[in-house]
C-alpha cells in the first residue's frame, strides 16, 4: 500500500557539538527516508548539509528558522506570524507539496513561548494556526498535515483545541493527533531530563512535538495514520542528535 512519510524534528540550530550532530542526524533521516519533513530552530545551510542543495525546500528565517523540505516539488508558500498575548512569538510555513497522491498541503509551525505557564500565549495562537494549516483544502483533497514544536504538552487547551476536544475563541478544529492515534500507547515525550542537552533547562519531561493530520478521506482512506514513533532519541558516543527528539508518522496514501 502506497504511503506518505512524515518527520518532523527541531534541530537546536548549531547549539553543541554541530559537525557531531549533523552526522547522528544524516544517519536518522537516511534510516527514515521522509517524504516531508518539517524542521524548527534551522538555517538554510543546515538544510543543504543535512538533505543537500538539490533537495525541495522552503525556509522561514523568522526567530531561530522553521523549514520544509520534501521530496516533491513545492508551491504555494504561505507565512503566517504567530501572534500571543499581543506579543510575536512564532510562526508557521505552508506549501502544497505536488506527491504522486495528488497535492498535499503540508504546514511546519513553532512557538516561541516556551514555558510550561506560557498556556495563556500559546492559547490565541491556535484557532488562527487550524485555520492557515488547513487554507482551501477541499473534501476531496489529501487531509491537510500540521507538524511543528507547540511548547505544549498533550494535555493543554492549545493541543486540545487542535485535537478537538475544547474550544478557544469561540472556534472549534479538529485534526489527528499522529501519536494518540498510532503510538505505542507510551508517553510519547519528545523534551527529556535524559537528554544532556535539554536536562539542563531544569523542565519536566513532556510532549511537545507533534505531527497532526486532518480527518482522513473516507472513500480511500488517504491521511489514516499507519504508525507513530519517536525519533532521533538515541544517543551516540555521548551526543544526541538534538535537545529535543522528533516524531515520525506513515499514513496511507
Not at 483533497?141 to 487542535?162: H, K, M, T
Amino acid at each position: 500500500m502506497a504511503s506518505v512519510r512524515v518527520l518532523t524534528l527541531n534541530l537546536w540550530n548549531r547549539e553543541g557539538p554541530w559537525e557531531r550532530r549533523r552526522e547522528l542526524l544524516r544517519a536518522w533521516f537516511e534510516r527514515l527516508e521522509p517524504d516531508l519533513v518539517g524542521l524548527q530552530e534551522v538555517s538554510g545551510e543546515q538544510i543543504d548539509e543535512l538533505f543537500g542543495p538539490e533537495a525541495h525546500r522552503e525556509w522561514l528565517g523568522r526567530e531561530s528558522g522553521i523549514a520544509v523540505v520534501s521530496r516533491w516539488p513545492l508551491r504555494e508558500r504561505a507565512e503566517l506570524a504567530l501572534i500571543g498575548d499581543g506579543e510575536p512569538g512564532g510562526s508557521a510555513l505552508r506549501v502544497i507539496a505536488d506527491s504522486p497522491h495528488g497535492a498535499i498541503r503540508f504546514c511546519c509551525a513553532a512557538t516561541f513561548f516556551y514555558l510550561p505557564h506560557h498556556g495563556y500565549r500559546r492559547e490565541p495562537q491556535m484557532p488562527e494556526l487550524a485555520r492557515f494549516a488547513r487554507g482551501d483544502v477541499g473534501r476531496d483533497d489529501f487531509p491537510p498535515i500540521l507538524v511543528g514544536d507547540f511548547n505544549a504538552d498533550d494535555q493543554s487547551a492549545e493541543i486540545r483545541y487542535l485535537k478537538g476536544l475544547q474550544s478557544l475563541d469561540g472556534s472549534s478544529a479538529y485534526f489527528v493527533d499522529a501519536w494518540a492515534f498510532a503510538g505505542d500507547g507510551g508517553a510519547g515525550t519528545t523534551w527529556s531530563r535524559h537528554n544532556d542537552f535539554a536536562g539542563r533547562w531544569l523542565l519536566p519531561d513532556r510532549r511537545i512535538d507533534y505531527i497532526f493530520v486532518g480527518h482522513p478521506r473516507l472513500a480511500d482512506r488517504a491521511g489514516v495514520i499507519e504508525r507513530c514513533d519517536v525519533v532521533c532519541n538515541e544517543r551516540r558516543d555521548g551526543i544526541w542528535p538534538s535537545d529535543h527528539f522528533g516524531v515520525y508518522a506513515v499514513l496511507t496514501a
